[in-house]
């Protein structure tokens, strides 16, 4: 029992971190109908930006304590601004002007933005790993036998107040509302008067701060960046994604989380080996039984 | 004073295919003019290139305003609102989010309540499903929540894109008494139909497009009595032709 809350524990606070991410792949594929792989490259480059603010803000390794939650915050927030102008200027020089050119190119443009950001980040960041500073000092908690950390339940909070934030702002404001219209029928949101091509470069800027929440977030737990490790992560918070239904917010939140879950459960129960296995074996069950994920719906034809 | 849309040897090309051969047409302020033909005369190509949905040849006035240069949503903002072929309603959204969807360029809360008001009185029918999905309505009542979406963005030239379309007589006649509604309070608006006899009966004045250029034009009067239209559009006696 105690290592199934354990597990729990850490696997939603995991989960949460892939569920941000989840949301920039949803919400991209939602406006324009293209997979953005250059994604997982956006969350490593915000925990690299996190990193460089710490030191810029005056972390020292040995007197990492008396960081302030403060500093901390601003490295949160510089990360989500610096990732958010990455995000934007990859719509604009990348995606932009393929718009309405045949699917296929978009794609492969995607994945030739994420190996040139990789390279770029081996060139900048240098490829050897980097330990993220612990901006935030570590408590144990000890519940029944189950381990919390702080960390963990900042993990956690953080990310559900940012769903939360997104979901009000997709739902009560006029240029979320915006960004639903352009999902469901581009033409028709340009016809009410909506600014497209600004909504869609936001949509790419809050992908990509939330993604950077994620990196943030990460470096905080497993504390160690590399410039490639946009990869794996990425491409389960990508099925995260699928998984909750692609297009669906919620729905990646909740693949988010799950996919987390279903990980350490794996980690726990049966080897730490099959961890990352779990993820894909859960991609082809949901391929093959709901293609159009949980929440998803199948979409509809587009005037 | 000039007019409400000016289009002046408009062309629009598919690849090499020439859908609109360089066509001309005006509306005038407070008038209804219809654009008639047959299935894929060039009609629907030519709403999407006024609005910019489609890039075309030509020149396009609104109100004396050029179009070129304007992208689709900034010409919303010059009062002119299509109601798209197939209605294009955004079915992830209830009736009432859809009708503020189409206030998006008009934010203020009272103004926007005055407007759904009035959308109602052209419509009682979208009062009663507010809460509706958009994707959950009847085909008539997709085609009223179009035109009352329309209506919510305050347009003063409105373009119609086969309002008739896939709809039983009784619903066609409940949506040709509000665009009349509509027209006596002043507003332009540009028919685009199929149902020649009803366009004719609701226009003005008429233009007749054949495979992509105005084979006819005048007064709707006056075509409803050309003998050209009465055998390749009217069909004699029978109601309804599909050209
Ligand atoms: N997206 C498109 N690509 C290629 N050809 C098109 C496209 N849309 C319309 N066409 C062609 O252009 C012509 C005019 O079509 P359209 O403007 O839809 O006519 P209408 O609305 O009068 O039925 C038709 O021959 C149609 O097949
Ligand atoms: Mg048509």
């Known amino acids: ?303 | 004073m000039t007019d409400a849309l000016r289009v002046t040897d408009l062309k629009v090309n598919y690849g090499g295919i020439q859908a609109v051969k360089g066509i001309s047409l005006t509306v005038g302020r407070g008038e209804i003019v219809a654009l008639i033909g047959a299935n894929g005369a060039g009609k629907t190509s030519t709403l999407k290139a006024i609005v910019r949905l489609i890039a075309s040849q030509g020149q396009i006035d609104f109100f004396g305003a050029t179009a070129g240069g304007r992208a689709t949503h900034q010409i919303a903002a010059l009062g002119v609102s299509l109601v798209p072929e197939g209605r294009a309603i955004f079915g992830n959204m209830s009736v009432r989010e859809n009708l503020e969807m189409g206030a998006f360029l008009h934010r203020d809360a009272l103004e926007r309540k005055h407007h759904m008001e009035r959308v109602f009185a052209l419509f009682p029918r979208l009062a009663e499903r507010l809460k509706q999905d958009g994707n959950t309505l009847s085909g008539g009542e997709q085609q009223m929540l179009a035109i009352g979406r329309a209506m919510m963005s305050q347009p003063k030239l409105l373009l119609l894109d086969e309002p008739s379309l896939g709809l039983a007589p009784k619903l066609v006649g409940e949506i040709f008494a509000a665009i009349r509604v509509i027209a006596a309070d002043g507003l332009s608006i540009l028919l685009v139909e199929q149902n020649t006899r009803l366009a004719l009966k609701t226009a003005g004045r008429a233009y007749v497009l054949v495979t992509g250029e105005v084979a006819l034009s005048g007064n709707a009067e006056d075509l409803r009595d050309d003998p050209r239209i009465q055998s390749a559009y009217l069909g004699g006696d029978t109601t309804r032709s599909n050209g």
């Open chain 1, 1 to 303: 029992m105690s290592t199934f809350l354990q597990q729990l524990v850490n696997g939603l606070s995991v989960g949460s971190i892939y569920a941000l991410i989840a949301l920039g792949y949803t919400m991209v594929y939602g406006t324009l109908g293209l997979i953005n792989f250059a994604h997982g490259e956006v969350f490593m480059i915000g925990c690299y930006i996190g990193l460089y603010a710490a030191f810029w803000l005056g972390y020292d390794a040995l007197a990492a304590a008396s960081f302030s939650p403060m500093s901390a915050t601003l490295v949160l927030l510089l990360a989500m601004a610096g990732a958010a102008i990455v995000g934007m200027l990859i719509e604009r020089l990348a995606y932009r002007p393929l718009r309405g050119a045949p699917r296929l190119a978009p794609l492969i443009t995607a994945i030739g933005v994420s190996l040139l950001l990789q390279n770029i980040a081996v060139l900048a960041f240098s490829a050897n790993p980097r330990k993220f500073p612990s901006i935030i000092t570590e408590h144990r908690l000890e519940f029944a036998g189950v381990t919390i950390t702080n960390i963990k339940i900042f993990i956690f909070a953080v990310s559900i107040l940012l769903m939360l934030a997104l979901e009000f702002f997709v739902k009560k404001t006029w240029t979320g509302r915006a960004m639903r219209a352009i999902s469901f029928n581009l033409p028709a949101a340009k016809l009410m008067g909506v600014p497209a091509d600004r909504v869609i470069s936001l949509t790419f800027a809050i992908g990509s701060a939330l993604a950077a929440a994620g990196g943030i977030l990460f470096g905080l737990d497993q504390t160690k960046l590399e410039p490639l490790m946009g990869n794996m992560i990425g491409l389960k918070a990508f099925i995260a994604a699928v998984l909750g239904g692609i297009g669906n917010i919620r729905g990646a939140a909740i693949g988010g989380l799950l996919i987390g879950v279903a990980e350490l459960m794996t980690a726990g129960y049966i080897s730490s080996g099959y961890r990352d296995a779990i993820t894909f074996v859960i991609l082809i069950v949901i391929l093959l039984f709901r293609p159009q994920g949980l929440l998803g719906v199948v979409r509809q034809e587009k005037v």
